[in-house]
């Protein structure tokens, strides 16, 4: 029993070019985590340097680079069969790193919300093809598991650097440097990728649900414009109802088109599994409300309260400390 123990440990050891491709792999994961909660210690900031008029407005900052990544993440999954993973994983980096750059550099609220747009749509890229990549540079076995443990445990550390990173960045420079920061990661990243991952050939894949995709995307963004215009207009207002009701309308038509698609983004089986389903309304409300926490409470901290961005950033320790025991919790029940 010993024996066995000992011999097996050098098979569950990473060599030279398997930690190369872990820390590329999982050094982008982190930078999309890193993105969300970096920004938002600095939204307060932000919201005074390019005279955002309300702060429904500024609101979009975060939120610009979030409904892509969410509504697209599936597209990309299938895109990366036919186009090659590494391949589309190279291209999200980079334009994750571009917009960064752009985001860093703009002089005006829409600039700055098209910069985060096209961060969320490259992050929507990065997301799947890393998590196939893994799949493929690492065995199942000893490895892949640690791979992925490392993964998720980055994905939560993310948040939890980029709360004080993001204080500390804001409170000493500005809130550009932030987004210089992401394209600084993103510029090594690109270099890793390009000289130690593994490139698999595409595979024959069915064509892309791009109506799927399409509806997917103006349906979330209608619902959140329609519950931001509600909240500051008033939920009978005609900006607010035609929102709302066009959310509605496009939404039910993208369960419509998913249900008659040869290759569904979302197979309409797999969402009446019950632990998909209840999985997917338990991952949606937390989100929606630690999201919409995190984002409320640094305006309010630093507007109303008079909080420092690094005050703020250390005011959010606890919530990220519970994120990073929940993911080392998560990544074991998984394993086992």
């Known amino acids: 029993m010993a024996t066995d123990s000992i011999t ?10 398997e930690r190369l491709i872990l820390i590329t792999l999982c050094g982008a994961t982190f930078m999309t985590g890193l993105d969300y909660s970096i920004i938002t210690v600095a939204l307060p900031e932000i919201g005074r340097d390019l005279d955002f008029a309300t702060t429904g407005g500024l609101q979009w900052v975060a939120t610009a680079c979030l409904l892509p990544t969410a509504a697209l993440m599936p597209l990309f999954a299938r895109a990366s069969d036919l186009v090659g993973r590494r391949r589309l994983f190279v291209l999200g980096v980079a334009g994750f790193t571009a917009c960064s750059l752009l985001a860093g550099l703009a002089v005006s609220p829409a600039m700055l919300i098209a910069a985060r747009a096209g961060q969320g749509v490259a992050a929507a890229a990065i997301g799947p093809t890393a998590l196939a990549l893994m799949t493929t540079a690492f065995e199942e076995g000893p490895k892949r598991t640690k791979a992925m443990g490392v993964n998720g ?46 490139d698999p050939a595409p595979s024959t894949a069915a064509r892309l649900d791009v109506p799927g995709a399409v509806l997917a995307s103006t349906g979330l963004f209608a619902l959140v414009y329609g519950i931001t215009t509600g909240g500051e207009t008033g939920w009978s207002a005609p900006p607010a109802l035609v929102s709302l009701t066009g ?11 998913e249900s008659r698609h040869a290759n569904p983004l979302v197979p309409p089986r797999l969402l009446r599994r019950g632990t998909v389903k209840w999985g997917m309304a338990v991952g949606l409300i937390t989100f929606g409300m630690c999201g919409g926490a995190t984002l409320l409470l640094s305006v309010h901290m630093q507007d109303v309260l008079g909080f420092t961005a690094l005050q703020t950033g250390l005011a959010f320790l606890g919530e990220g400390a519970a994120a990073l025991a929940a993911g080392s919790i998560a990544s074991r029940l998984i394993g086992s």
């Open 8 to 17: 097996s440990r050098p098979g569950e050891r990473l060599g030279a070019r």
């Open 153 to 198: 445990a980055l994905l939560s550390l993310g948040f939890v650097v980029g709360t004080i990173g993001g204080g500390l960045i804001t409170s000493g420079m500005d809130w550009r440097a932030t987004m210089l920061l992401l394209f600084g990661i993103g510029a090594l990243i690109i270099v890793g990728a390009l000289t130690v991952l593994p």
């Open 247 to 257: 959310a509605a309308a496009l939404l039910a038509a993208f369960l419509a088109v």
